[in-house]
């Protein structure tokens, strides 16, 4: 990972961030902080990292839903402040298609239109698919889990698994559970749901 | 000579355009119920169809395992800026999935010893085919749900190899054409297919790859009797080769020049035909020097139930992880070929250790100091790569290098370098630098 131009930006959204930390690292240059020996510079090159490392995690990990033809959706709660990052990129992606992130306390909507991004924040994920459902009547469906796509993946996901090339340890370095649980992947999810009986007389696959 | 624009003046790249941060326009914070509307009028926009038609999940899976062995997870395609390639998954054998990697068909009259779609095989799979629109659908939607970043294709040849790239090109155009599909696409070139498709593959995907499977044509046609190494192979890359330099030195062909902005790759099987890790790497220099190929990708042989090589002991995964090394150090380190050779032992293989420590012991008379080290010798060390080469040779313009920790914190791994170092007068002499 290198430190950006813009790693100011990057620094910002950091959990621990604030105006005093800010207005310190206006005075260095990113090759500064690259190359940092100084404790408080390799400080920052640290937060930095962190929060460039959610934010490709997040790209990665969360998965959207149709909500009918015009609407994605998808949980996001991540450690460091990108959701709404994390959700124009989405939005960039799917051009036309309103893409809404969030979690049970706060959501953010993002739509790309003829080259403008468009952008709302607000409550919870479900209030905001609620209120999404009611301005556009034709969109249908509900916020259930589990979609056709879901289970389409899961078939090809399974056949890419080659069993004489076991190793859970690179698994679990590539895929850290924390950033699973931000994503709301359901392979973190599956996990938690599994029983006494899953273990008795059942082959894990 | 007829310039290639003049054959291509009906096809152009298919309209591939990501707006990314630096082009989107941001507005400030509308309400939701705005950007409902706004939804609702720019609803011509939005690419493909929003669900998966109803799928045989025995097809999917049939056909995905068709490429489990296939190594290629990059999507790193430089068509507006470079971006790091993105893992949507991995594996519990810790293989990034980031890719949509299927066969398009797993019928196949090859007659390849290791493979179990080849028309030898006793357990020969139950044949399932795509149609382009079918594929095309799956691979919007899992894109659409994040799944995927793209989208690889490759395929038995079928029951005539024309008609099967027929219909790929065909998957990959509806995609970029009617469906706006701005993912990355590395589609797969069947043995002996023909210029006029290979061409028109080359138009819409990021990146295409024929597979050389083998070192050279006598340890192809130890393990495939029905695939001419030279002609229906690496002729195949050569045109390949060809058209790409042909459109970049054409100016009538605007754009041309992010023609395949990933390049092309090959892909070989480690150990099935009995070659060695020094024919393959030789095979290999020629390839980046002749072809231009971007990256090469290695396969351990695994026996598979059914196949002619059945009984045949699997590779170690190792030899396939040393065989990437030394590419590394090829493509990335600029090793010359005449240093990567010190590398094998005499019957041309890779031990089972890091080539770039073996390849030090022999290169480097003594130990270096960073401070007067050029970046090429400092390349040479063990545990030092090319972004930490580089900040050794930033730091001491600003002040002298003076300890060991100095070197650690610019990320050189100090434990595999310091025996090949020498801070201050001062060196950390061990065994381990003289020992195999």
């Known amino acids: 990972m290198r430190v950006p131009d813009n790693f100011l930006h990057y620094l910002s959204l950091h959990r621990q961030s604030g105006q005093r930390l800010l207005s310190e690292a206006q005075a260095f240059q990113a090759g500064e902080i690259e190359l940092a020996v100084l404790p408080q510079q390799a400080r920052i090159r640290k937060m930095v990292f962190e929060v460039m490392g959610e934010v490709h995690r997040m790209k990665a990990f969360v998965r959207l839903e149709p909500l009918g033809e015009r609407v994605l959706y998808g949980f996001l709660q991540p450690r460091h402040r990108i959701g709404e990052l994390i959700c124009e990129h989405f939005a960039r992606r799917n051009e036309g298609t309103i893409v809404v992130l969030g979690s049970g306390s706060e959501s953010w909507t993002a739509l790309l239109c003829g080259g403008r991004i468009y952008r709302d924040q607000g409550p919870g994920l479900t209030e905001t698919v609620e209120r999404l459902k009611k301005a556009l009547p034709d969109c249908g469906g509900g916020m259930e889990p589990g979609s056709d796509v879901e289970r389409l993946w899961q078939v090809y996901y399974d056949s890419q698994y080659c069993r004489e090339r076991k190793n859970v340890e690179a698994f679990k370095r590539n895929m850290p559970r924390q950033d699973q649980e931000s994503a709301g992947l359901r392979l973190v999810q599956r996990r938690r749901e599994t029983t006494l009986d899953d273990f008795m007389g059942r082959e894990t696959t | ?436």
């Open chain 2, 1 to 436: 000579m007829k310039k290639i624009s003049q054959h291509f003046d009906h096809f152009r790249p298919a309209g591939i355009q990501v707006i990314t941060e630096e082009h989107a326009i941001f507005i400030p914070m509308v309400s939701l119920e705005k950007i409902a509307h706004l939804a609702d009028d720019c609803r011509f926009d939005s690419i493909g169809p929003p669900a998966a038609a109803a799928i045989d999940p025995e097809k999917l899976r049939r056909l995905g395992e068709g490429t489990r062995h296939d190594v290629c997870a990059s999507t790193f395609s430089p068509r507006e800026r470079p971006l790091p390639g993105i893992c949507h998954a991995f594996t519990q054998d810790g293989r990034c999935v980031s890719l949509f990697k299927t066969l398009y068909t797993n019928h196949c009259t090859h007659q390849c010893s290791y493979c179990t779609n080849a028309s030898g095989c006793s357990k020969k799979a139950k044949a399932f085919s795509y149609t382009p629109e079918e594929l095309a659908r799956i691979t919007t939607s899992l894109y659409r749900g994040n799944y995927i970043e793209g989208l690889f294709l490759s395929s038995g040849s079928g029951r005539d190899e024309e008609s099967i790239m027929e219909d790929m090109i065909e998957t990959v155009r509806l995609l970029r054409e009617q469906w706006a599909f701005s993912g990355y696409i590395h589609l797969k070139v069947l043995p002996g297919a023909s210029q006029q498709h290979i061409q028109e593959a080359m138009m819409l995907a990021d990146r295409v790859s024929i597979n050389l499977e083998a070192a050279s044509a006598s340890h192809l046609s130890e393990i495939c009797t029905t695939k001419d190494y030279e002609r229906d192979i690496v002729q195949r890359q050569r045109y390949i080769r060809d058209f790409a330099a042909g459109c970049r030195e054409d100016s009538a062909l605007p754009g041309m020049g992010r023609l395949l902005p990933a390049g092309q790759t090959t892909q070989l099987v480690v150990g099935a035909a009995g070659e060695s890790d020094e024919e393959i790497l030789q095979r290999i220099v020629y390839e980046y020097r002749e072809i231009g190929l971007r990256r090469a990708y290695y396969s351990a042989f695994s026996p598979q139930a059914g196949t002619a090589l059945e009984g045949s002991s699997p590779q170690p995964l190792w030899r396939e992880r040393r065989l990437y090394q030394m590419d590394w150090l090829l493509r990335v380190y600029r090793f010359r070929p005449e240093e990567i050779r010190r590398a094998f032992d005499e019957g041309g293989f890779l031990p089972n250790s890091d080539p770039k420590a073996s390849i030090a012991r022999q290169l480097l008379d003594g130990p270096l100091d960073p401070n007067a080290a050029t970046y090429e010798e400092l390349l040479r060390i063990p545990g030092i790569g090319p972004k930490s080469a580089q900040r050794i040779m930033a730091l001491r313009k600003i002040r002298p290098i003076a300890s060991r920790s100095q070197i650690a914190d610019l990320g050189v791994r100090i434990r595999r370098a310091s025996p090949f170092l020498e801070i201050n007068g001062w060196r950390d002499s061990t065994l381990e630098m003289w020992s195999d």
